[in-house]
């Protein structure tokens, strides 16, 4: 591999898995919802494209097919939570258990490859392809979250008492939000698989952690002002996870086989520095208040000398 080429996959990558991140980022950041169905819903979005572009329907349809069975995952869990009175991870564990036997239904085997067949990056380069949909994907997704019932799942997150007290529906927003989150997910899995040529069983194991890793350095990197700024950074951590991912990688003593090990280093990384940096601005400040305070008492000592 060239010096450059890695840096241009690694970008592809995080491209690739951006709309993971920005799945993950709904359930954690803006519902509040610890949701393990993920693990289950990227494979489920592979599984699915890949059985149907084996069997001949167009690529489009096949990733929109995807995406959709995504949308259902997360509504299951979604109604195991409200309606079933199910603890939220619970009912991502039991989902996501439940999507490994489903998966492995739609799949027939453990791994179904596309190689040689049609697919979205036939004739046109990811590289090219994945930006244009990651900007559609961000456009919609922002407009949705300011819309009223994307302001309410917002509010949900926030305060589910509160926006309870005015009316709104708090179960049909979570359900709307999880169902949404593992649509994207499934969406990553969708495109993954055709880029890659093939769906397997375990596709899927360890997303949520990409997931998290992904936004809490996005949020580390870049900071959340506002929506569309936390949008936008979930997507660009999720290209530098994977640029530092492939730098490790590169690292002569480390191993493919080490890639969960480097993950679970990037994401301790990642949630000790912003911690370390509040609490180093906070002594800094207590100090200078401190200085302060002494600086005006030595004066007022002063004064009543005089």
């Not at 950041?29 to 890949?50: E, M, N, Y």
């Not at 929506?227 to 492939?246: C, D, E, F, M, N």
């Not at 207590?286 to 030595?298: D, M, N, Y």
Request: a positive charge; glycine letters at 12%; hydrophobic letters at 50%.
């Amino acid at each position: 591999m060239s010096d450059s080429s890695w840096i241009w996959g690694s970008v592809e990558s995080g491209l690739l898995y951006a709309f993971m991140a920005l799945g993950v980022y709904i359930t954690f950041r803006i519902l509040d919802f610890p949701d393990l169905t993920v693990d289950g819903s990227f494979t489920t979005g592979a599984a699915i494209t890949g059985v149907m572009i084996t069997n001949g329907y167009s690529p489009i349809m096949a990733t929109f097919a995807g995406f959709a069975g995504g949308l259902v995952a997360g509504a299951c869990t979604g109604l195991l939570h409200t309606k079933g009175k199910i603890n939220g991870l619970m009912s991502g564990i039991l989902m996501m258990i439940a999507l490994y036997s489903i998966n492995l239904r739609i799949l027939g085997k453990p791994n179904v490859s596309i190689y040689g067949m049609d697919s979205i990056f036939t004739s046109v380069k990811p590289l090219i392809i994945v930006p244009i949909i990651a900007i559609i994907v961000l456009g919609l997704l922002n407009r949705f979250l300011y819309s009223d019932l994307g302001l309410a799942l917002r509010a949900t997150g926030d305060n589910e008492r509160m926006i309870r007290s005015f009316g709104a529906n708090t179960d049909f927003t979570k359900i709307v939000g999880i169902s949404l989150s593992n649509g994207l997910v499934a969406l990553s899995g969708a495109l993954i698989a055709q880029q890659s040529s093939f769906a397997a069983i375990d596709g899927g194991v360890g997303m949520i952690v990409i997931g998290l890793a992904s936004v809490i350095i996005g949020e580390a990197v870049f900071g959340a002002r506002n929506v569309i700024h936390h949008t936008i950074s979930v997507v660009l951590g999720s290209i530098i996870y994977r640029i530092v991912v492939a730098l490790a990688l590169r690292v002569e003593w480390l191993e493919a086989s080490d890639m969960k090990l480097i993950t679970a280093i990037i994401v301790i990384i990642a949630l000790v520095l912003p911690s370390t940096r509040r609490v180093y601005k906070q002594k800094k400040m207590a100090k200078k208040r401190s200085a302060e305070i002494l600086h005006v008492g030595q004066k007022k000592t002063m004064g009543g000398e005089v």
